[in-house]
């Protein structure tokens, strides 16, 4: 049996994707990332989630629901928290998805368009929270889709 040199199990296991247990954790660790690259969302994308006050829902493999609070200011993440189902706060929009589709969306090598994608299959579901919120979804959902079809 050939033995593996070190430098190389040690880049091997850089790699690799760490498992996690908690959702949460692992989203709360990308939103730092995120933030980093924020002011490079596309204009379309940010009048849908930039600033934003999110009830996020996400029914984990176990099939336990996580709730998270997250604030978006002209698109950077300035809240990411868990809740529980009962706490009370003036959502304006509200999303839902499963832990593998949000799995997928954070291990992506373009995760704008892993979202995108869900979101066009169902996989995330947003629902924006009163009228004025409902149009403007509407508005930039139109918009995000024949920005999709030029390719931006």
Known sequence: MKKIPVFLMLLLTMLMPVASADIVNDLNLKVNEYNQYAEYVPSYLESLLGNEVIKLVIVTDDGEEKYIKAITEDAYVTTFEEVDEDTEFDATMIVGANEATVRTIIRSSDPLAEFIAAKDNGEIVIEPVGIIN?????????VMKVSSLFGF
């Open 134 to 142: 409902t149009v403007k979804y509407t508005v930039a959902n139109v």
